[in-house]
């Protein structure tokens, strides 16, 4: 069972999203438990406050260290080698989310503790004794980190044994075997619009449908993305 606990001060965002599709499935089928955690809970004054105004002055506010810092521990425990999860941050200044850190984080099977920030960011502080790293999801910004936390549940969910209905699907699609975009699919009617599905498709020549898509492949990831066929090109 791979545990997500999620801190945010706007659980109610998570309610219909932790029911649904890929996540609601995984979460009914015993693959994954996750649980939402209100901010503010852990906030000591009459007002719940969790952010103030940044030191240096500019836009904006900056979520304090407390209440920050005691809700991570008593979720996660103090940072180290003992603590019962790792903690994750959602911060457009964390590392870029891909598929192959996906991977690694399914496959170490959790638990996970998602943090996610509010406002224009968090005191460095929180992120220095509290947390143990930063993912962004690309390179725009959100309101928080919410929508983020969202993103990296349903990229873990569909990884879990037993969640995806067909698991061969995983293979063939981008991102993986070799990081290309995916080729166009069809399905009925064979024609639409005038538009005809590619006669290959319809032969039942395997190899040469296998040929075709490997070629489609190639040809849309070399306009579309070709940072992906040559990594180490300026893009
Ligand atoms: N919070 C705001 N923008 C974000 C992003 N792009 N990735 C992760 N967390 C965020």
Request: charged residues 25%; proline residues 9%; aromatic residues 6%.
């Amino acid at each position: 069972m791979f545990e997500i606990d999620v801190l945010t001060i706007f659980p109610e965002l998570f309610g219909p999203f932790l029911e649904t599709a890929f996540v609601g499935h995984a979460r009914r089928g015993g693959a994954a438990a996750i649980r939402t955690h209100d901010l503010r809970d852990w906030a000591t004054d009459r007002h719940r406050s969790v952010d103030d105004q940044p030191y240096g002055g500019g836009p904006g506010m900056v979520m304090t260290p407390e209440p920050l810092v005691p809700a991570i521990e008593a979720l996660a425990g103090p940072k180290g080698p003992s603590r019962s999860a790792h903690v994750i941050c959602l911060t457009p200044q964390g590392r870029r989310l891909d598929q192959a850190r996906l991977e690694a984080l399914a496959g170490a099977g959790g638990p996970l503790l998602l943090v996610c920030g509010r406002y224009e960011g968090i005191d460095q502080r929180v992120l220095d004794v509290a947390v143990d790293e930063e993912l962004s999801i690309g390179d725009y910004v959100l309101s928080g980190g919410e929508l983020p936390a969202m993103v990296l549940i349903e990229g873990l969910a569909r990884l879990l044994p037993g969640v995806l209905g067909n698991p061969a699907s995983i293979e063939t699609e981008s991102f993986r075997g070799g990081d290309l975009l995916e080729g166009p699919q069809y399905t009925r009617p064979p024609i639409y619009r005038g538009l005809e599905v590619p006669e290959v498709l319809r032969s039942g020549d395997h190899a040469a449908i296998d040929e075709w898509r490997h070629h489609q492949a190639i040809a849309r990831t070399r306009e579309r993305r070709p940072d992906l066929l040559d990594p180490d090109a300026d893009s």
